[in-house]
């Protein structure tokens, strides 16, 4: 596991669609994405650009509640969400 625990992310492919997912090693997971059969099928019909988004969770199942949260939201309450976390980056 990663420093950081568990991470809920997402991406955006290089045709502007968001994916969610968890892992607990972003760099393995963007390479699986990008190049690795174990990256998400969602890939596989527009390759990911970059990441827009994430958040640290406690524990697997912590993330796996967010993930679902956040899949439920519609496109634009994603969106907030990521211009929100780049507001508060410094």
Known sequence: MSELGWLVYM????H???YT???TSMRRRLR???SDPRGASFFR???PTRLVYAEVAFDRSGALR???EIKRL???AK?????AQEAASP
């Open 66 to 68: 967010r993930e679902a």
């Open 74 to 76: 519609r496109r634009a």
């Open 32 to 34: 699986e994405h990008a």
């Open 16 to 18: 502007g669609a968001l």
């Open 45 to 47: 019909f527009g390759r």
């Open 21 to 23: 997912g968890i892992t």
């Open 79 to 83: 969106l907030a969400l990521v211009a």
């Open 11 to 14: 991406i955006e492919n290089e």
